[in-house]
């Protein structure tokens, strides 16, 4: 049997006790203020003295009062990190998420071609060019 | 989570350098298109038309990157020059070949394939002044009013999608 399960039976015993209007035999200090508790919860079982009553209350009063540690929280590895990465992301994804230019086909640029500038095929190359280039700026 | 992160944000910015990579890899493309044809017409200004035709033919070659829709119009509008050029220099045969090579490759309808168009139906009308045999002088004035129906239909049909499309 562990410890733990000996002082569990140990409390039973003791409440048992208790409940069949027996006096409780505590062995040690921790017992006895366990049997007072139980025994103070228990208005129908003997009463304990006022004055250990009311110290055990107050008793009772100033550890729920007390303040207790913080839980440990789980440290987060390198929050900036994550930090920068996320504002890095927004950004990227902002200056991706605006509308890029629609980019006119060579037809609109240099419209129905005249037989007679069936050959001019340097003009339409540099307004296409032209066109492009304008476009590429604009994206920077 | 901040692998997750950190992941997207060197996927989006790999996509955006892919994405700037591509234009300027077209633009270097048209820009050596651009000069061989200013060289071709300080060379036709000079008189020397066969290193002005070579100028153009080297334009054929200039690499674009995969999938960019300049590529197919910018070709097609060095074919048509050739063409004029060739039939200029009295080589009917290479310009019914650059024209013929051109038509078949094309994908899609444009204003340049009906401008390849046209200057294929005056090769055909070209070779058909030179045919001695007048049948076949007959059949390559059929075949250039062929290609002129053809190349006006394709130019109507553009225009009329460019009006509808408000552009």
């Known amino acids: 049997m562990s410890r733990e399960e000996d002082r569990a039976k140990r409390a039973a015993e003791l409440v048992d006790a208790l409940v069949d209007g027996r006096a409780p035999e505590p062995r040690d200090a921790a017992e006895r203020a366990l049997a007072e508790a139980a025994q103070l919860l228990r208005p129908s079982g003997p009463s304990l003295d006022p004055a250990r009553r009311d110290a055990l209350v107050a008793e009772a009063f100033a550890a729920a009062a007390a303040p207790r540690p913080a839980p440990p929280v789980a440290r987060r590895p390198w929050p900036w990190v994550v930090a920068a990465a996320t504002l890095a992301a927004a950004l990227i994804l902002a200056v991706r998420a605006r509308p890029a230019p629609r980019l006119r086909s060579p037809d609109e640029i240099v419209g129905r071609i005249a037989p007679a500038d069936a050959a001019d095929a340097s003009r339409r190359i540099d307004l296409l060019y032209a066109d492009r280039l304008a476009a590429y700026r604009g994206r920077l | ?167």
């Not at chain 2, 999938?67 to 050029?85: C, F, I, Y």
């Not at chain 2, 060739?86 to 650059?98: C, E, F, K, T």
């Not at chain 2, 009013?145 to 552009?167: D, F, M, P």
């Open chain 2, 1 to 167: 989570m901040t692998r997750r992160l950190l992941l997207a944000c060197a996927l989006v910015a790999v996509a955006s350098c892919d994405d700037g990579r591509r234009d300027e890899a077209v633009l270097i493309a048209l820009s050596q298109v651009r000069a061989l044809h200013h060289q071709a017409d300080v060379l036709l200004a000079a008189g020397d038309a066969d290193t002005a035709i070579a100028a153009v033919a080297r334009a054929l070659e200039v690499p674009f990157p995969p999938g960019a829709p300049e590529a197919e119009d910018v070709r097609l509008d060095a074919r048509a020059r050739l063409g004029k050029l060739y039939l200029g220099r009295g080589r009917p045969a290479d310009a019914r070949r650059i024209a013929d090579e051109g038509i078949a490759a094309a994908r899609r309808e444009s204003f340049f394939l009906a401008n390849l168009l046209q200057v294929s139906a005056e090769v055909h009308e070209a070779e058909a002044r030179r045919a001695a045999d007048p049948a076949a002088a007959r059949r390559e004035h059929e075949a250039a009013i062929l290609e002129y129906e053809r190349s006006v239909h394709i130019a109507e049909r553009i225009q009329q999608r460019l009006v509808k499309e408000g552009r």
